[in-house]
């Protein structure tokens, strides 16, 4: 099992990418995607147009994914699965194991308290349940956040929090990656907020920056790293030494906030993920 964002990790095509949740490369989104299950064990197929081997995905929440090239048939996955049995097993247990010793707010389905680390900013979320199909998220007062509606539908509420997130990643991290820029003399085109599954943040061939809203959980010298990073991909398109020369010169202390960030998959809660965040790659 490799780190998930190693100075080893080579060009991505034109496109430079930082992993998020990941170990080993981040994958494209995929075009298609179906569920499968072998002897009892349940996994996602999911098909990557750039996909170029079979990867194994196994989540930091139990989920199993396996990427696979278009030019592999789907019908073969069961007999890879099984080849690869004992690893995903024991990756597998380890993480649940894991999730044991968690806070509340990561493994809750709903949050009742948020921590934005980045910002640095705590939230307290108040749900008031009400008949009807709306859901809404208002403020009321500095930092509590009232959901209003039809608050039993857990995915309708976790669904509205991470667009909130989005709004919220979307006002503090354009500005202040503005600012970084300017600060490391490392210009950009332009730059956007969603929300990737295995990326912290990537940058294309035409200097386009997107950053993962995901980042408001982590702390602030670690957001930074990433924007860092992803600033330097403007110049070298790759991980090649040229580029980490860059980065070392623009932020000497890389190589701690590396480590650190490869760990960062615990800062971010369940339930901003649709299925569940973070995987080891095999």
């Given at each position: 099992m490799s780190d998930a964002f190693s100075k080893e990790r080579g060009a991505m095509g034109h496109q430079g990418a930082l992993g998020a949740n990941t170990a080993g490369d981040s994958l494209p989104r995929?075009?298609?995607?179906?569920?499968?299950?072998?002897?009892?064990?349940?996994?996602?197929?999911?098909?990557?147009?750039?996909?170029?081997n079979?990867?194994?995905h196994v989540s930091h929440w139990g989920d199993v994914e396996i990427v696979i090239p278009p030019s592999v048939d789907p019908r073969q996955v069961p007999e890879i699965v099984e080849r690869r049995r004992e690893w995903i097993v024991r990756t597998r247990q380890r993480f649940l194991d894991r999730q044991e010793t968690m806070p509340l707010d990561v493994v809750q389905p709903l949050p009742e308290e948020i921590q934005l680390r980045s910002l640095p900013e705590t939230w307290t979320v108040i749900y008031a349940p009400a008949p009807g199909t709306q859901l809404t998220a208002t403020?009321?007062?500095?930092?509590?956040?009232?959901?209003?509606?039809?608050?039993?539908?857990?995915?309708?509420?976790?669904?509205l929090l991470r667009r909130w997130l989005?709004?919220?990643?979307?006002?503090?991290?354009?500005?202040?990656?503005?600012?970084?820029?300017?600060?490391?003399?490392?210009?950009?085109?332009?730059?956007?907020?969603?929300?990737?599954?295995?990326?912290?943040?990537?940058?294309?061939?035409?200097?386009?920056?997107?950053?993962?809203a995901k980042l408001l959980f982590l702390p602030a010298p670690l957001v930074r790293y990433v924007f860092i990073h992803e600033l330097c991909h403007t110049v070298h398109m790759n991980h090649s030494a040229q580029f980490w020369a860059l980065v070392g010169k623009k932020e000497p202390?890389?190589?701690?906030?590396?480590?650190?960030?490869?760990?960062?998959?615990?800062?971010?809660?369940?339930?901003?993920?649709?299925?569940?965040?973070?995987?080891?790659?095999?």
């Open positions: 995929s075009n298609r995607s179906s569920n499968g299950s072998s002897n009892g064990l349940d996994y996602r197929i999911r098909v990557s147009k750039r996909a170029k079979i990867n194994i403020t009321r007062s500095p930092h509590q956040l009232h959901v209003h509606g039809p608050t039993e539908n857990l995915e309708s509420c976790q669904s989005n709004r919220k990643a979307t006002y503090h991290f354009l500005p202040w990656l503005r600012q970084v820029s300017r600060e490391i003399d490392l210009p950009y085109a332009s730059a956007s907020v969603r929300q990737q599954k295995t990326r912290w943040a990537s940058c294309s061939s035409k200097r386009t920056i997107s950053l993962n202390d890389y190589e701690r906030l590396d480590q650190e960030l490869q760990k960062a998959w615990c800062y971010v809660p369940a339930w901003v993920e649709r299925s569940r965040p973070t995987s080891a790659t095999q």
